[in-house]
Nanobody
Framework: QVQLVESGGGLVQPGGSLRLSCAAS????????MDWVRQAPGKGFEWVST????????YYADSVKGRFTISKDNTKNTLYLQMNSLKPEDTAVYYC???????????WGQGTQVTVSS
């Protein structure tokens, strides 16, 4: 009964900001690494960011480093992605994903659309 429910997507102009949220339930949130992954229209999946279960370690794709910040609140079972200085190439459906024991995802959210356009 794992559930990942994303929110916060929308339309924003280049240079703008959005904060995505992912509400998690059905598992011990603090014990698992979580990722943000995105898929542009007609494209494959692109890894964006990872955060360790306790929140102590974070990792970013070069394409978003310095602009995006991943975080989590283990008391609220919620994952976040703060997106600043957005570019048109950031346009995609953004998914939160739960890792199993390693670099394998066993659950995904439904995705939230982010559109960056003038």
């Amino acid at each position: 009964q794992v559930q990942l429910v994303e929110s916060g997507g929308g339309l924003v102009q280049p240079g703008g900001s959005l904060r995505l949220s992912c509400a998690a339930s059905g598992f011990t949130f603090s014990r698992y690494s979580m990722d943000w992954v995105r898929q542009a229209p007609g494209k494959g999946f692109e890894w964006v960011s990872t955060i360790a279960g306790g929140g102590s370690s974070t990792y970013y794709a070069d394409s978003v480093k310095g602009r995006f910040t991943i975080s989590k609140d283990n008391t609220k079972n919620t994952l976040y992605l703060q997106m600043n200085s957005l570019k048109p190439e950031d346009t995609a459906v953004y998914y939160c994903a739960k890792r199993l024991l390693g670099p394998v995802y066993d659950y995904w959210g439904q995705g939230t659309q982010v559109t960056v356009s003038s």
